[in-house]
């Protein structure tokens, strides 16, 4: 069907269970089937246009005359309060990820270099090395859980180095940035926006003084960097605090979601597990099919910034452009079987990182991470299993695992 000629009742409904629903490990691959083959190109109640289908996603992301507004907080399924909408993730919304040329080219200039693939390969042996590390210390118990254990401690420690955040600080930091994210999931209502005022505003607290120290007392890392630069390509201090909280939630959040949810992915398919674990050469391509398969952003807004067509509509200045992007990843047109996990899939990319401009600077260096922590976890762990409930946090956008028990041995 096209946009125009959809039930508005049944397809707003699907979306709206799509976007509501905690689905748990099965994820919302099936309500994306079904909104995919009802309405794949959806505009809905508030004019927001919805996409499901990986060539209107990619092409989309690719359009120069679409790009970043305050869509963040344009799609809701709650009303929030315009004092709260101004204050949410403010420091947050003036950092690259929402911002245009030249504000994004700027921006991102300033700290590309240190996630380029040359760069990333720098780093490779100091990854491992902390892989081994947290794997020396799984093998002290028979059950663990993952997440707490390796998932979300590999990516907040390479990230912490990379950035020079202090190791006692960064556990601390976590928790925040996950309250912070709040209002990039259309379902979060006005509570969950406020507590994610509040977290900013105490990780800009800690990051704008470690800044200043790192001014006094630069070191070579990246934080340094961004803080003599303060100034410098009109670099304020907003922008310098919110640009310090989005290296480090980039450094780990969806890493930490590839870890886990790829972990998860391959606990369900025991022969594609054993397929990695006897091929270790097949790493590059496994982690790119773990990110198609489920992967750990799942939405991804935009704003129209000139009139153009989008999925054959057309579009004016305002309108809200909502992304699919775990629905374009299951696309049969583009990925046959796509319900199946194969790590020996070729064919087209993931859209798990995006795509076009604002495509994910961290992209390279999860990758890395991911290549070099699967086969190496396989290969100590060879009968590694579940042994528990898993448990995935609410919402949609970022799709991850808060628990995942597994028997080692």
Not at 115 to 134: C, D, K, M, P, S
Not at 223 to 237: K, N, P, W, Y
Not at 250 to 258: I, Y
């Amino acid at each position: 069907m096209t946009a125009t000629d959809q039930p508005p009742s049944s397809a707003g409904q699907l979306l709206a269970e799509v976007l509501l629903t905690d689905f748990g490990a099965a994820g919302p691959y099936d309500g994306y089937r079904r909104l995919r083959e009802l309405a794949p190109v959806l505009i809905t109640g508030s004019r927001t246009l919805v996409l499901s289908r990986y060539a209107d996603c990619d092409a989309a992301l690719r359009n120069r005359a679409i790009g970043k507004a305050d869509e963040s907080l344009g799609f809701r399924l709650s009303p929030i309060p315009e004092e709260l909408r101004q204050r949410a993730a403010y420091r947050f919304r003036r950092t690259m990820l929402f911002r245009n040329p030249p504000d994004h080219t700027r921006l991102r200039r300033l700290v590309s270099s240190a996630f380029t693939g040359r760069h990333v390969e720098e780093l490779r042996a100091a990854v491992v090395t902390q892989i081994e590390t947290l794997l020396d210390g799984l093998a002290e118990y028979d059950t663990v859980d993952i997440i707490s254990e390796l998932a979300l401690p590999l990516p907040v420690g390479v990230i912490g180095d990379l950035l020079g955040v202090p190791e006692g600080d960064r556990a601390a930091a976590a928790p925040l940035i996950r309250d912070m994210l709040a209002p990039l999931e259309p379902s979060s209502d006005a509570a969950a926006v406020a507590r994610s005022a509040v977290a900013e505003d105490e990780l800009a607290a800690y990051f704008a003084d470690l800044l200043a120290a790192k001014r006094r007392r630069p070191a070579d890392d990246l934080l340094s960097r961004l803080a003599t630069a303060r100034g410098a390509d009109g670099l304020d201090d907003d922008e310098c605090v919110g640009s310090a909280i989005l290296l480090f939630t980039a450094g780990f959040e969806t890493t930490t979601n590839l870890i886990g949810n790829g972990l998860a992915a391959l606990l369900a398919f025991p022969d594609q597990r054993e397929l990695l674990r006897s091929r270790p050469e097949l790493a590059p391509g496994a982690v790119e099919e773990l990110l198609r398969y489920d992967a750990p952003v799942q939405t991804d807004g935009r704003t129209v910034l000139e009139s153009t067509t989008v999925a054959g509509i057309e579009c004016e200045p305002g309108r809200v452009i909502l992304m699919l992007l775990g629905a374009a990843n299951r696309d049969p047109d583009r990925f046959s079987d796509p319900d199946r996990l194969d790590l020996t899939r070729s064919g087209s990319p993931n859209l798990a990182f995006g795509s076009g401009i604002h495509f994910c600077l961290g992209a390279h260096l999860a990758r890395m991470e991911g290549i070099e922590l699967f086969p190496r976890l396989l290969a100590r762990f060879p009968a590694i299993a579940p042994a528990g409930e898993q448990i995935w946090r609410s919402g949609l956008s970022f799709r991850g695992l808060q628990s995942l028990p597994i028997s080692l041995s």
